[in-house]
């Protein structure tokens, strides 16, 4: 039985273990073993030693799982949980097969503008409050080191959530 890594912002859910419990009993109606951060085992009570702690349990994860699935929809802002984006480039790197999930395919510059603040500037892109052009328009709905971080691992962005995913799996074995 293979083994998926769920990685995403799930975790800070107010109800994360039942949002992740569903999950894995989803991954398990399709045949699969699920693994999320919650499954490391985190005893440090001093709040660095914890962070750094968890830290190591979810890459060890990372590390036994076959797959990763990420949720990729926006968090707290317009682009994806940065500790999300962490995991799918370290699972690449480990050459795992990455997947991702969103439900906006729209443009990322699209995407950004409709959930931050922007204006137009003269170059002719839109610019963010901090000074940034939002200037990267490639069809990506998420940056573009994650997508093809996805698609060089055999993986893809997908639209929808992830029961979509282990079906596209289900058709792909």
Known sequence: MQTIYLAGPDVFLANALEVLNKAKTLCAS????????????????QLLDRANQ?????????????????????????CVDDGTSFEIGYAFAK??????????????????????????????????NDGFLVNEDFGNSINLMLEFSMIHSGGSLVLGN????????????
């Open 30 to 45: 399709f045949g699969y073993r699920a693994l999320t951060p919650f499954d490391g085992e985190v005893t440090d009570k």
């Open 54 to 78: 968890i830290f190591l349990e979810n890459i060890s994860i990372i590390d036994r799982s076959d797959i990763v699935i990420a949720n990729c929809n926006p968090f707290r802002g317009a």
């Open 95 to 128: 050459r795992k097969i990455v997947f991702g999930y969103l439900n906006d395919k729209r443009s990322l510059p699209e995407i950004v503008n409709s959930r931050i603040p922007t204006k137009p500037h003269d170059s002719g892109y839109m610019i963010d």
């Open 162 to 173: 992830l029961e979509s995913v282990l079906k596209l799996l289900k058709t792909l074995s």
